[in-house]
């Protein structure tokens, strides 16, 4: 037989902070690359003064940008400043009614504010327009569980599973609600699928151990609760700060 020849390596897509940054040292007043460069930059700590410099112009020279306003949504949101993530998201529907970036920092805001009966709703509206949003229907989904509306938790768990197999907080999301209706055997299922995904996660070991105990396994329980606690020691905080105590 022939010998077979290496795989070439697929090319590194390029960092688009770099070309941003090139433009913008040539005109720094370049609204819409303002607020593409804000919104590469958020998540990543060194480059986040940037943008909320970004932004600061952006919205100076265009106060009702809606995609500026979004953008400073998602940082006041990381600042723990929900009034104010809210009061972004609000601005720019009113420029974008239907915009479902907005529509969503909205939503999160509110239940990070505990209004948690206005934040279901604010995702039925995100869902309205955007049936298909994976990470909107587990959001949902997780305050319907905490609800108690649990037929349409588990219809949109069901949902987000389909939508992403690989995700595996659709796995331990779902896997916690049937844990709490006592399916304790189609809770492991999900539970095993999600740390065949990532085994690191702590939240899961923890999840999966209340599902033996609840199903009277009580070697597997403490064995899965003794791992989850040496992968992380907020385990049980991780899997009840979504709903998804017993």
Known sequence: PQPQQPVPALPIP???LVALDAALALD??????????AQYSIGQPQREAQARADLAVALL???ENPAALVQRARLNFRDGAFAAAQADAEAALRQEPHSIEALFQRARALTARGQLSAALKA??????VAPANAAALLNRALLLHHAREYDRALADLDAVVAANRADPDGWV???ALRTALG???AAIADFDRALSLDARLGQAWYGRALAHQRRGDAAEAAADFAKAQALDAKAEERYRA???AP
Do not use: K, S
Request: aromatic fraction near 10%.
């Open 173 to 175: 999301a779902r896997a």
């Open 28 to 37: 720094a007043f370049d609204v819409p690359r303002l607020i593409r460069r």
């Open 183 to 185: 399916q304790t055997d």
């Open 14 to 16: 390029p960092n688009p």
């Open 123 to 128: 995702y039925d509206e995100v869902v309205a």
């Open 61 to 63: 020279l265009e106060p």
């Open 242 to 244: 979504f709903g998804m």
